[in-house]
């Protein structure tokens, strides 16, 4: 299983988001096969969402394919000051269940910790399979 955390501790500008996205397209591009937007179905879904700070940029959604997804990865995702219908904060978290699609995700959260003012949290687990003795 791997597990990402990542949170800004700027808030980049939607300019800058939006020039990064578009430098990632070359890397969906090449692993379309592999990938699916947030909604299951085939191409990176990109759209504007608008956070609570006011900010106002794009995003994009991508998951693996069915059989070999997890959480939708969902980038920049939430900003400082994000919040809930209820008030609680949000976070950016995302489990890829060891899938594939993880080192599309590790790669984008690199090259975007190299962009932006951000933390980034990995946990990666190795599943043991245990077989019976005989």
């Known amino acids: ?7 800004f501790i700027t808030i980049p500008d939607a300019k800058d988001v939006e020039c990064f ?10 692993y379309a ?6 909604d299951g ?14 900010a106002i940029n ?3 959604q991508l998951n693996g394919i069915e059989g070999q997804s997890g959480d939708v990865f ?8 994000d919040m ?21 995700v590790r790669k984008i959260l690199d090259r975007a910790q190299s962009v932006f003012d951000m933390e980034i949290t ?6 043991r399979e245990f077989h019976p003795s005989r």
């Open 1 to 7: 299983m791997s597990i990402y955390v990542w949170k």
């Open 21 to 30: 996205i578009d430098a990632q397209m070359p890397l969906f591009s090449r």
């Open 33 to 38: 096969d592999d990938l699916t937007g947030g």
């Open 41 to 54: 179905e085939p191409v990176v879904d990109i759209m504007k969402v608008e956070h609570n700070c006011g």
């Open 58 to 60: 794009l995003e994009f």
């Open 74 to 81: 969902c980038f920049p995702g939430y900003y400082p000051g």
């Open 84 to 104: 809930d219908d209820e008030g609680n904060p949000l976070f950016n978290y995302c489990d890829t269940g060891g899938h594939f699609y993880r080192k599309i």
């Open 122 to 127: 990995i946990n990666v687990k190795k599943q």
